[in-house]
């Protein structure tokens, strides 16, 4: 076997949503909302199912996808993309991560990752023969700071890997971060490849800035969504890739012998979900931040310190201080001994430097968050 999954361990999610099953465990680990998701998307793909056409559809994405997720950005975010040539549909964000990274990397080429990093990206930069160059961000603040990049950039750097807002550290970066970034690679030559997965979930009125928008990276930036995040629906695994025609012959390439195409079903009920109007959209965030608020408040009248949670599905507490020992002996004796699963934040951490941080999901209806509180009484 290739040394790079010779030696990789099963992701932290799996790990622990198998515990969670063992222990009948509440699971606030793996990061899945337990509703089923907006019925009318659902009756759509249904229908589309039954009623549809279940061949191959065309490699890049239904046509209507395709201008649907042209249309959804210009909307939501200010883009102009080509829905021919500047659009492409994947089994899920994880595929075009993988595809993009595979068409970008030469081996030798040095790539740029900002800790936490979601556990796939080191072992698809590892495998592409990348070199990766990371750069820690501490909590509570999780910015991105000059001096970093400068000691992590240099003319052998091909590609950075930016994921924003940041999972698990629920962190939101803003148009300095972002420009800040944005003056490196345009003086090194850059690509970046933008996993904006969680671009709609985002708190009290902020906005997410794709970084494909700032001065200069328009043909340098490869942006991924994911419908699982936008619609609630992570077992439906629809991506989409955006980038400049010339970056995306190259992402295309990968993408024909990684899945080829995705389900024509889910296709369309995604190009339906993506033209609702923006107060859809308000009425998913305003959801979510109550969510957000009832875990957060109640963890705190519990004693554990919870950290600024301004975007995607997560939050998390600091055991530092509280004697509980580290994040994964904390996480291990939550789900086997008191029926609740988390997540390890000394996972996204390459170097294990914070082994202190918990990541909890809190995309749960209230009665659950309220059993998973009860269970975690008298802990802090
Ligand atoms: N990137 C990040 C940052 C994620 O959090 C996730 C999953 N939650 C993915 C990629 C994978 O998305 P998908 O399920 O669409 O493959
Ligand atoms: N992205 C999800 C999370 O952060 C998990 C995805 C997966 O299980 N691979 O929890």
């Known amino acids: ?22 222990h009948s465990a509440i699971n606030l680990g793996q990061g899945f909302p337990d509703d089923p998701g907006p019925a009318d998307i659902r009756q759509h793909g249904a229908r589309a199912l039954v009623d549809g056409w279940n061949q191959y559809p065309p490699m890049m994405g239904l046509p209507a996808l395709r201008e649907a997720v042209a249309a959804h950005y210009a909307a939501h975010q200010g883009l102009t993309l080509d829905p021919e040539t500047e659009v492409m549909v994947t089994s899920g964000a994880t595929e075009a991560l993988a ?16 800790a936490p990093l979601y556990d796939a990206y080191l072992p698809l930069v590892r495998r592409a023969g990348g070199v990766p160059r990371i750069v820690t961000l501490t909590p509570p603040a999780f910015r991105l700071d000059e001096a970093a990049l400068t000691a992590a950039f240099s003319d052998r750097t091909k590609v950075v890997v930016l994921n924003n ?18 003056k490196f690679c345009c003086r090194f030559d ?17 906005r997410h800035v794709p970084l494909m928008a700032l001065p200069g990276m328009r043909e340098r930036t490869v942006k991924i969504g994911s419908a699982g995040k936008i619609f609630s629906l992570t077992g439906w695994k629809v991506g989409f890739v955006m980038a400049d025609a010339r970056l995306m012959q190259g992402l295309a390439k990968a ?4 899945t080829f195409t995705t389900p024509p079903n889910l296709q369309e009920a ?45 939050l998390n507490i600091d055991i530092a ?18 029926g609740v699963a988390a997540i390890p934040v000394s996972a996204f951490y390459p170097d294990a430097s914070v082994r202190t941080l918990v990541r909890l999901c809190f995309a749960k209806a209230d009665a659950t968050l309220d059993a998973a509180l009860d269970r975690m009484s008298g802990l802090a």
């Open 1 to 22: 076997m290739n040394p790079v999954f010779a030696t990789l361990p099963t992701t932290v999610f799996e790990t622990m949503s198998r515990l969670a099953r063992a």
């Open 99 to 114: 595809g993009a990274l595979l068409a970008l990397i030469e081996p030798g080429d040095e790539v740029v990752l900002f």
């Open 165 to 182: 807002p940041l999972n698990p550290s629920a962190t939101l970066f803003g148009h300095d971060d972002l420009a800040l970034l944005a």
């Open 190 to 206: 850059v690509t970046a490849l933008c996993d904006e997965v969680w671009e709609h979930v985002v708190f009290d009125g902020t």
């Open 255 to 258: 993408h024909q012998f990684l």
């Open 270 to 314: 995604v190009a339906y979900g993506l033209a609702k109007p923006p107060d859809w959209f308000d009425a998913m965030r305003a959801g979510y931040a109550c969510s957000r608020d009832r875990l957060a408040d109640g963890l705190r009248a519990l004693g554990f310190p919870v950290l600024p949670a301004q975007a995607t599905w997560f």
């Open 321 to 338: 201080g509280l004697g509980l020992g580290e994040d994964l002996a904390f996480c291990e004796a939550l789900v086997t001994r008191h």
